[in-house]
């Protein structure tokens, strides 16, 4: 495996141009000690960036794992709508073909961009904490694909000697404001831009001993069943922003019911 050099850690971001993506970027550009390869879809013209479909594989950009010691796989359709034929190339091929690069290329750590949607039908259950010991509880096919890339992860941990850190990333949505989540729906799974940021770099330093780990990350919660525990024991990271948590108004509720039942039916609809 590719070992850090000399505290240079060279780190491969997937979907660098997206929503988490860029925010790492621009994170760890900041702070002393990164070399940073970037890949993504969609580039949106920044030349940093190297155009990447990892559901197929290709030397054009598998060769840009050569060298690099942890992989930051973001890339994904993260809609837990999106038909099943956008999540299959996208959340199952490409991260399939994501751990088989970095084998190949005997990379030290693939840090995966993982979900609490893997674990989502625990919210409306009496359990009292929501933990990384549970089974794991999809209710999308979104989800699903959450949960095929953990226990991939975990495959390539047992099979191959890589290091595998699944973070189950909370909401954290483009603009990330914490006056502005309060009281969405959502808000009890808040993760903010910094507490992401945190998880993300406390996997990529990780101790080299971690062979697999799966951690809940959303940020500290008034009142959230999600337990951060495995965080805190398996990198040593405490979230460092809190939320109160607000009602949620009931025009919002209504409106976001309707809103998944449209997209529902748009889905079934699809097939």
Not at 197 to 210: M, Q, S, V
């Amino acid at each position: 495996m590719t070992p850090p050099s000399a505290g240079l850690h060279r780190v491969l971001i997937t979907g660098a141009a997206g929503n988490l993506g860029s925010k790492l970027r621009r994170h760890l550009d900041s702070k002393p000690g990164y070399q940073l390869a970037l890949l993504d879809k969609n580039p949106a013209h920044d030349a940093a960036i190297s155009d990447a479909d990892l559901s197929t594989c290709a030397k054009s950009w598998t060769d840009r794992f050569s060298g690099v010691d942890t992989v930051v796989h973001l890339a994904a359709d993260a809609s837990q709508w999106a038909a099943w034929s956008s999540l299959a190339r996208n959340n199952i091929d490409a991260t399939i073909n994501v751990f088989e690069a970095a084998v190949e290329h005997r990379v030290r750590r693939v840090v995966f961009a993982s979900s609490v949607h893997a674990m989502l039908g625990y919210e409306d259950e009496s359990v009292e904490r929501i933990s990384a010991e549970l089974e794991t509880y999809p209710t999308s096919f979104y989800g699903a694909t959450k949960v095929f890339g953990e226990r991939l992860g975990r495959s390539y941990a047992d099979r191959h000697g890589l290091s595998v850190i699944c973070l189950r990333l909370g909401w954290a949505p483009r603009v990330n404001d914490a006056h502005m989540v309060r009281g969405h729906p959502a808000q009890v799974r808040w993760l903010s831009d910094r507490d992401f940021c945190g998880y993300a770099e406390h996997a990529i330093e990780a101790d080299d001993k971690l062979r697999f780990a799966i951690v809940t990350a959303t940020s500290n919660v008034e009142g959230s069943k999600w337990d951060l525990t495995d965080g805190i024991r398996a990198l040593g990271y405490v979230p460092q922003d809190r939320l109160s948590r607000a009602p949620v108004s009931i025009t919002h509720a209504l409106r976001r019911r309707l809103y998944d039942y449209a997209r529902r039916i748009r889905r079934t609809l699809r097939g």
